[in-house]
T-cell receptor, first 113, second 117 residues
């Protein structure tokens, strides 16, 4: 059974700092891995999607990597800003599971001005 | 494009009543919609997969008679929480997979906050 774990559960950093969020999954048979942002009481915003054949994806200050063989992904946020404060969720799409996403518990990020 | 809406965004009801939550794909047809539940500071847990024109597939531990799902058209799925109790209070989020899209593509709704008193 696929399990997704995110570390740390919460993170507080000063503005301007570079940071890394971690995601690990137990079964490497995945189609892709996706990082989402969730603001309090809101839905999900897709940030980056990495196909199983890819190693990384970049969007602005965000860079996500994928090492499928070791079951790990990282989300790197450069020059963090207070507006980056949110919960970041990692989700994998297992192969042959009918499109069911498996989510991690999320990392709650707080960027202090 | 690819917008998914949920209605209502927030609902408060008395214990014992039933609540219906709608999930609509506004600019595409969705053969499959997914319903998730999220407790405070917790991850999203898949409740069920809703397929247009057929019965929903429920995840283990989810009571199908408690959480009724109807996917009557290619743009609408509804989740009805029957005889709601305070422990059903949660954030419910749906996602929709386009009819002509790849299996990997899902678009998420903004969520519905349910509070049962």
């Amino acid at each position: 059974k696929q399990e997704v774990t995110q570390i740390p559960a919460a993170l507080s950093v000063p503005e301007g700092e570079n940071l890394v969020l971690n995601c690990s999954f137990t079964d490497s048979a995945i189609y892709n891995l996706q990082w989402f942002r969730q603001d309090p009481g809101k839905g999900l915003t897709s940030l980056l999607l990495i196909q199983s054949s890819q190693r990384e994806q970049t969007s602005g200050r965000l860079n996500a990597s994928l090492d499928k063989s070791s079951g790990r992904s990282t989300l790197y946020i450069a020059a963090s800003q207070p507006g980056d404060s949110a919960t970041y969720l990692c989700a994998v799409l297992p192969s042959n599971q009918g499109g069911k996403l498996i989510f991690g518990q999320g990392t709650e990020l707080s960027v202090k001005p | 494009g690819a917008v998914v809406s949920q209605h209502p965004s927030r609902v408060i009801c008395k214990s014992g009543t039933s609540v219906k939550i709608e999930c609509r794909s506004l600019d595409f047809q969705a053969t499959t919609m997914f319903w998730y539940r999220q407790f405070p500071k917790k991850s999203l847990m898949l409740m069920a997969t809703s397929n247009e024109g057929s019965k929903a597939t429920y995840e283990q531990g989810v009571e199908k008679d408690k959480f009724l799902i109807n996917h009557a058209s290619l743009t609408l799925s509804t989740l009805t929480v029957t005889s709601a109790h305070p422990e059903d209070s949660s954030f419910y989020i749906c996602s929709a997979r386009p009819r002509d899209g790849y299996q990997e593509t899902q678009y998420f709704g903004p969520g519905t906050r349910l509070l049962v008193l």
